[in-house]
């Protein structure tokens, strides 16, 4: 038996049509090209696959036979071929991201109604969780694509700068004294402070600050969410590390203020990881295209 496919699309032409001619025209062969591949079939099979007739060909028993299963085979390749051209085109297929619940909601969100609008025939699948977890997602195969906070160090991964973020405490009335004055760190540090949990980038960043100056900062309440470190703010709970972006509407209706600090803190980078050396589907690609 033969591997070579053409020689089984020229048969499936031939016998689909019922004329060697329509067969050269439909797969733009010459006629005896198309003789000369039967013939090449036929050998390997060591049977004749049709009966020539006054009006074309016309298959044999063997050949109806062969026919049946190369017809199967030409339908799932067209339905192949359809499916590709649609991933490529962005008319279907599905684009899966990782990042925080606050990345998502305050950065990522703008970006996904944008691309949803231009490709509604895309499925988006959205998965939470900490940079080491969206790291993990994205090294076992879950998701296209991680938004992070920067800096990532992996060999494996690759990964692009974006968006800049500034990083600040946040208070509500209940501290309405310290408005107007330049805390130093260990002055903020005789207040209650709230902080979001331990494997979050933004939690090991203002840690790692403290301890560069040689203090310790323990969170007299640890959450797991910016809504929470928002809302507790405003209640008097504590002073809330935040991201200065997140808390844009409550700093300017006033429910939340910033503490003002004798120390500059650093800004951070929001990135864009994939994996190195893999190859993004369309949608992940034109989503990146979009978002930077």
Sequence with gaps: MTNNYELYKVFYWAAKTGSLTQAAKTLYLTQPSVSHAIKQLEDSVGMTLFYRNSKGVSLTQEGAILYSYIEQSQILIALA???????????????????????????????????????????????????????????EGRIDLGVVRM????????????????????????????????????KLLEYPVILFSRNSRARMAITELFQSYGYTIKPEIEVGSVDLLIELARRGLGISYV??????????????????????????????????????????????????
């Design 243 to 292: 991201t200065r972006e997140f808390v844009s509407k409550e700093l300017e209706e006033g429910s939340l203020f910033e503490i003002k600090l004798d120390v500059q803190l650093p800004p951070s980078r929001v990135g864009i990881m994939t994996m190195r050396n893999m190859p993004l589907t369309s949608a992940a690609s034109r989503f990146i295209e979009l978002i930077q």
């Design 81 to 139: 071929e359809e499916k590709m051209s649609a991933l490529k085109n962005l008319d279907s297929g599905e684009l899966r991201i990782g990042g925080s619940d606050s990345l998502f909601k305050h950065y990522v969100l703008p970006y996904l109604e944008d691309f949803h609008r231009k490709y509604p025939g895309i499925k988006l699948h959205l998965n939470h969780g900490t940079t080491p977890e969206v790291i993990s997602f994205l090294k």
């Design 151 to 186: 800096p990532i160090v992996d060999s494996q991964l690759e990964v692009k700068e974006s968006f800049m973020l500034q990083d600040c405490f946040v208070a509500g009335a209940r501290y309405a004294e310290l408005k107007d004055t330049a805390l130093s760190l260990p």
